[in-house]
């Protein structure tokens, strides 16, 4: 084994057929373990691996961006963030021509991958043995998500922080559309308690929180409370929403702005639910369009309060609003 070790983790390169964590003409074989990288160093240009196969207790370590033809039988993929990871490309592409089945997404463990990466890519297709094609595991406040994206060929990570976050325009989670979060959940978690301060920035969306998708496994779900957003300058291109949810409840969301400009401001917004107790300070700046307590287009809106001591409203200012799609 060591040969095959340095074969394909240190600088040297080398080229392997079949890798097999443990074997044995007689006897059991289990809880072995493979090493792609020694955790510092990227693999040398040309490091090939035909295969590598293992057993249900086996465990696959991947320190260092990989290719391989293909993995067989293997009980866990840890992809682990180290100097040589980057979440530029995928981290394990497999390229043998035959699609990978793994038993569950539960056995893939993403170790200190905060943000988003894709951990796995096969373009001949990826399998999931147990159907389950979304698997969140929650650790204190973050959650750790894996999907089946890509057209079915890829794996991707996710980690979102849904609880008591402290974020401002510079710390706050930022997506693709220039949206920004200060506690996020896409796979229908609460997200509870947190705050995003605005200073100074132009972003599209602004969310206290935001709670949408499906997947978790927790009891506490499909709600947006308890969050804060304060506006005191920038330009927001569209909303502001204390906290959001596509189905449940928003409800003792707080939004105060005293600065700045924005299209709507929104206390507590629910696409299918209801939105209860949310409330909305204008003290300054300018609303462009709308300002709701609390918005719901299937549902029910109680209870939301509008205080206006200053500022701007160009259009229409409501405590509550329903509207039946």
Not at 101 to 114: A, M, V
Request: hydrophobic share 30%; with cysteine.
């Amino acid at each position: 084994m060591r040969q095959i070790y340095q074969a394909f983790s240190d600088k040297r390169g080398g080229t392997v057929g079949v890798l097999k964590a443990g074997f044995t003409f007689s006897g059991s074989v289990a809880n072995n373990t493979v090493n792609l990288g020694d955790g510092t160093n990227p693999l040398k240009a040309g490091t090939k691996i035909r295969r590598i196969e293992g057993s249900s207790g086996d465990i696959l370590n991947v320190k260092a961006h990989a290719t391989v033809g293909q993995i067989k039988h293997i009980g866990t993929i840890c992809f682990h963030k180290t100097d040589a990871i980057t979440n530029t490309a995928p981290l394990l592409t497999l390229n043998g021509g035959e699609k990978t089945t793994i038993q569950s997404l539960k056995n893939i463990k993403p170790e200190g991958l905060f943000g988003s990466y894709t951990l796995l890519k096969n373009t001949s297709g990826i399998e999931i043995a147990d159907g389950k094609n979304v698997y969140s595991n929650i650790t204190g406040d973050t959650e750790f998500n894996m999907k089946k994206v890509g057209g079915g060929q890829e794996i991707a990570s996710e980690s979102c922080q849904f609880k008591n976050a402290a974020f401002d325009e510079t710390t706050g989670i930022k997506d693709s559309d220039n949206n920004l979060y200060a506690g996020r959940s896409t796979v229908g978690n609460s997200t509870v308690h947190n705050s995003l301060t605005v200073n100074s920035g132009s972003f599209q969306d602004v969310f206290g929180g935001k709670t949408e998708g499906s997947g978790t496994e927790a009891t506490d779900k499909n709600e947006s409370r308890e969050n804060h957003v304060t506006l005191n300058g920038g330009k927001m291109k569209r909303n502001i929403f204390g906290g959001y949810t596509d189905k449940g409840k928003a409800k003792q969301n707080i939004v105060t702005m005293t600065g700045g400009s924005t299209c709507n401001l929104l206390g507590g917004h629910v696409e299918f639910g209801n939105a209860d107790g949310n409330i909305v300070n204008l003290n300054n700046g300018t609303v462009k369009e709308q300002l709701f307590g609390g918005f719901v287009f299937d549902g029910n809106a109680n209870k939301n309060t509008v205080t206006v001591a200053g500022g701007r409203c160009l259009w229409r200012l409501r405590a509550g609003e329903r509207r039946c799609r």
